[in-house]
């Protein structure tokens, strides 16, 4: 079934975007709750409008986010945990709210909604996956060290 969201749906996607999702989540979850509409021809051609002229507003929106994309990478992210002595193991593992917290005392606010994590439970070099918009979307490396 595809739907378009009308407002941002964590790990599913952003406002006004057309989605494919399983009939019984869009019927008795997201129609109902007023997070999306059934993705019919003439709802289509309504988005396609809107997101025209959305658009001529989002390009300053944009260049701001992807000035921060190209940024983003070339920090040198440390996010320090707790580690069982002599050892790699964590206590517990990273998630994105660590992230977010690291980021935010660089000095970048990003909503932990939209940043994806493998699940992390050792010392070592990993990678962030981080959606600032709808069409700017980076790989962020990070690492992992003992406190």
């Known amino acids: 079934m595809e739907i378009i ?3 941002n749906v964590e790990k599913l996607g952003f406002k006004n975007e057309i989605v494919k999702v399983k009939n019984g989540y869009g ?11 059934l993705a019919t021809d003439s709802a ?10 959305q658009e001529q507003k989002d390009s300053k929106i944009i260049a701001k986010l992807n000035k ?3 940024e983003l990478p070339t920090l ?5 945990a707790k580690v069982a002595e002599g050892g790699t193991k964590l206590f517990g593992s990273i998630t994105s709210s660590q992230f977010t917290e690291t980021l935010a005392e660089l000095g970048y606010e990003i909503d932990k ?10 010392l070592g070099k990993y990678e962030a996956e981080i959606r600032l ?3 700017v979307k980076i790989n962020v490396p990070f690492s992992v060290i003992a406190e």
């Open 76 to 80: 040198d992210i440390k996010i320090k």
């Open 27 to 37: 019927r008795n979850f997201l129609i109902p709750t007023g997070k999306a509409i």
């Open 113 to 122: 909604r939209f940043i994806k994590l493998s699940t992390i439970k050792e």
């Open 44 to 53: 289509i051609k309504i988005l396609n409008e809107n997101l025209r002229q």
């Open 68 to 70: 921060t994309a190209e």
């Open 5 to 7: 969201l009308l407002e």
């Open 133 to 135: 918009h709808r069409s």
